[in-house]
T-cell receptor
Framework: DAKTTQPTSMDCAEGRAANLPCNHSTISGNEYVYWYRQIHSQGPQYIIH?????ETNEMASLIITEDRKSSTLILPHATLRDTAVYYCIVRVGGGNNRKLIWGLGTSLAVNP | GAVVSQHPSRVICKSGTSVKIECRSLDFQATTMFWYRQFPKKSLMLMATSNEGSKATYEQGVEKDKFLINHASLTLSTLTVTSAHPEDSSFYIC???????????FGPGTRLTVT
């Protein structure tokens, strides 16, 4: 079973920030939080990942709560091309065992 | 960013035939690759973990004799669906682990339709 819970769907207006929440209350101390997105009929695209500090890259920002039980992915200025399913995943295992357990994700619709 | 390719992108085959799907890491070496299957409106389901030079590790419920995986080099893994049936029709996605960047990159997927 997936170790994360996300809202099924969200809407966002084009040009506004999209804030996608994720709960991972059973995360272990050495597990990372990963975010991917999948546009219809394509392979998942890596967005960002973090352990406990907030992270930012050219695509998004990741805010992780101090207790690490939840996080938020922020797309600062959403565009129509950001419409996709967004997956929040905690990475299990170590060494060569880097299985990603996928939930159902959040279907984000960016509206004009 | 790193690129993972899959070939073919789409394939239609007749029931009972076998289909091979290739997954390549184009600009990095991948000692570990993963194969997923995704049904419509469902999430990705891990089928197997492929390690270069050794046997693949299959997830529970995945038939290793039906889904043959070969990871003969650091840049290529193949998945062969043997004796395909209509229920094998799905979207198959591979991913490759970049041990230098410590990230996992995904291929674009292969749409298999068995008639």
């Amino acid at each position: 079973d997936a170790k994360t819970t996300q809202p099924t769907s969200m809407d966002c207006a084009e040009g506004r920030a999209a804030n996608l929440p994720c709960n991972h209350s059973t995360i272990s101390g050495n597990e990372y939080v990963y975010w991917y997105r999948q546009i219809h009929s394509q392979g998942p695209q890596y967005i960002i990942h973090g352990l406990k500090n907030n992270e930012t890259n050219e695509m998004a920002s990741l805010i992780i709560t101090e207790d690490r039980k939840s996080s938020t992915l922020i797309l600062p200025h959403a565009t129509l091309r950001d419409t996709a399913v967004y997956y929040c995943i905690v990475r299990v295992g170590g060494g060569n065992n880097r299985k990603l357990i996928w939930g159902l994700g959040t279907s984000l619709a960016v509206n004009p | 960013g790193a690129v993972v390719s899959q070939h073919p992108s789409r394939v239609i085959c007749k029931s009972g035939t076998s289909v091979k799907i290739e997954c390549r890491s184009l600009d990095f070496q991948a000692t570990t690759m993963f194969w997923y299957r995704q049904f419509p409106k469902k999430s990705l389901m891990l089928m197997a973990t492929s390690n270069e030079g050794s046997k693949a590790t299959y997830e529970q419920g995945v038939e290793k004799d039906k889904f043959l995986i070969n990871h003969a080099s650091l840049t290529l893994s193949t998945l062969t669906v043997t004796s395909a049936h209509p229920e094998d029709s799905s979207f198959y996605i591979c991913s490759a682990w970049d041990r230098v960047k410590y990230e996992q990159y995904f291929g674009p997927g292969t749409r298999l339709t068995v008639t």
